[in-house]
């Protein structure tokens, strides 16, 4: 597969862009193609094999674009779907979320984290694992948060709804003694300053973005496939209304592209 390929990348909606945003920062050359499937926004309330369906047509759609990899850039459907995709393409750099469990845990101080994410996150049993795994010595309060990923979609990242419904959501995590807040879903990073209004500077917000940038660069590197040298591109998709996709890219993108329907 040619290195200049694109990177194929997905989520539930706009808020794997937040990834996309991290790869674009840490890989600029590479040529990125992202799905919202809004049509089915959020996955949280959906079954697992709603979500692995889903998963299994996106990435249907992706590599006959000629996606070289692909990242799951949602925690629930990496939950649900990872690991069929991963058996049905084994020679394929196959890149999932998960929670910030292990960092967060590190990085309390009082033994208590927070967790923002969706109920299907929550309930999952690889959530379950990596509370077992890495948080056995802290203290983990979970919080479901049903309707802001819906805030999020409609690109009000500041409303007064949004900043009433995050605010009744981490006031009992405060009130507990949480110093460490996980952001355990890929659009909450976008609400990031909205959040840092309403917990104290003390508070460390995690989310994990980043790591899955440089994820991708350890596997896109270990199967020869970085891009160099040329221009990144970026296409869009959305299985919602693409227009509306359109209108909140600037927002959470910084940048005006066409979106086409899945």
Not at 25 to 42: I, R
Not at 44 to 68: H, N, T, V, W, Y
Not at 238 to 251: K, N
Request: charged share 20%; with cysteine.
């Amino acid at each position: 597969m040619a290195n200049n390929a694109p990177v194929g990348v997905f989520d539930s909606g706009v808020g794997g862009l937040s990834v996309l945003g991290e790869i674009r920062s840490l890989l600029p050359h590479e040529s990125l193609l992202y799905v919202a499937d809004s049509g089915h926004v959020p996955y949280g309330e959906k079954s697992p094999e709603f979500i692995r369906e889903r998963c299994r047509l996106i990435a249907e759609f992706l590599l006959a674009r000629g996606a070289k990899a692909l990242v799951l850039a949602c925690n629930t459907a990496t939950v649900a779907g990872v690991a069929e995709l991963r058996e049905l393409y084994p020679a394929l750099p196959i890149i999932g979320m998960e929670p910030a469990v292990k960092p967060a845990a590190a990085a309390t101080r009082s033994g208590v984290v927070g967790v923002l994410a969706t109920t299907g996150t929550l309930k999952s049993a690889k959530f379950a694992a990596l509370l077992d795994r890495f948080a056995s010595d802290v203290r983990v309060i979970t919080q479901p948060c049903p309707g802001l990923v819906e805030q999020i979609e409609a690109g009000e990242l500041n409303s007064s709804a949004t900043r009433t419904l995050l605010q009744g959501l981490v006031t009992p995590l405060l009130a507990e003694g949480c110093d460490t807040l996980i952001l355990g879903c890929t659009h909450y990073p976008f609400i990031r300053p909205l959040l840092r209004e309403l917990v104290p500077e003390s508070v460390s917000l995690i989310d994990t973005g980043a790591a899955v940038a440089r994820q991708l660069q350890r596997r896109l590197s270990e199967h020869g496939l970085l891009a160099s040298g040329a221009v990144q591109s970026g296409r869009f998709w959305s299985s919602g209304e693409p227009l509306r996709m359109q209108a909140v890219l600037p927002l959470l993108w910084g940048e005006v592209a066409r979106v086409d329907r899945l």
